[in-house]
Structure formats: structure tokens, C-alpha cells
């Protein structure tokens, strides 16, 4: 399943990446018919919390995500998409959404000591460098909890 969340679930859309899922957050005030047009153009469900945008938009192209935290919104998404949270964990950059590559050589220096290289991951768009630390396994069992496992 590909996603756009808009602007106000940025914190959403991150976690939706985090999870594995194809994510592009909606920037830069566009207005929602452009969005909505993007969605449709990229095969993409528009994720909103606008309750009159969700509706017009039909079904098939925006979701209206209740009112809520964090938790609740993963909660929504969970039951009404039957989304898998740990659809391939980590996999994406959380930033960009580009998908994540093994480190390249002249980035091993970046990825801390402790830490075997061939755990870490590379962004290809950005060159962000991820690694299972405790931020990881944080993250990591949120989406757990949310997956229900």
C-alpha cells in the first residue's frame, strides 16, 4: 500500500516509512486539490485528518484519520486498512522515503564501532546512515505494540 499523508501527519508518515510502507508527506502548502490529484496520478491513498476533504475526495483516494495521538491513529489505520506494521521494518529512509541500501564503502566510518556494518543501512537520496541503536529498538517495538505482537 502507497500513502500521502498530509502536512499535519508528519509524525505519522514517519512511521509509516519506519514501517516500511511508501510514504510521501504532502509539503510546501499546495492545496489539497493538488494533493488529491498527486494520490490519484501516483496510486496513492491520501491520508487526512480535513473532514470535509476525506469525503469529497471518494474513498478510493483519501482516508479521513481521526482526531487523536499517535497511537490512535496507528490504532485507525490498523482496523480500517488492516495495515501490517511490521510490513518490512526499517527498510525505508525516514526522511525521504527512498529505500535503504547497504552502506557504501566510504560511509563504513559513519556506522558507530559496535556495530556490524552489514546491520546498518544507507539512504541513496540523502546518505543518512541508520543502525539498530536503542532509537531503532524503540521504534521498533512501538510498531510491535501497534501490530499487536
Do not use: K
Not at 512511521?15 to 509539503?27: E, K, N
Not at 485507525?76 to 501490517?84: I, N, P, T, W
Not at 529512509?93 to 556495530?115: G, K, M, S, Y
Amino acid at each position: 500500500m502507497r500513502f500521502l499523508c498530509d502536512e499535519m501527519l508528519g509524525d505519522l508518515a514517519r512511521y509509516l516509512r519506519a514501517a516500511g510502507h511508501d510514504t510521501v508527506l504532502a509539503r510546501g502548502g499546495a492545496p489539497d486539490t493538488h494533493w488529491i490529484a498527486v494520490a490519484r496520478r501516483q496510486r496513492r491513498l491520501f491520508l487526512t485528518r480535513d473532514r470535509l476533504l476525506a469525503p469529497e475526495a471518494g474513498e478510493d483516494v483519501a482516508l479521513q484519520v481521526p482526531d487523536g495521538d499517535l497511537d490512535a491513529a496507528a490504532a485507525f489505520l490498523r482496523q480500517a486498512l488492516e495495515l501490517d506494521w511490521l510490513y518490512r521494518p526499517f527498510s525505508r529512509c525516514l526522511l525521504d522515503n527512498a529505500e535503504l541500501t547497504p552502506v557504501p564503502a566510504q560511509a563504513h566510518r559513519r556506522v558507530p564501532p559496535d556495530i556490524p556494518v552489514a546491520e546498518a543501512r544507507a539512504c541513496p537520496s540523502c546518505g543518512r546512515v541508520y543502525w539498530p541503536g536503542s532509537h531503532y529498538r524503540r521504534m521498533r517495538a512501538r510498531l510491535a505494540g501497534w501490530a499487536g505482537r
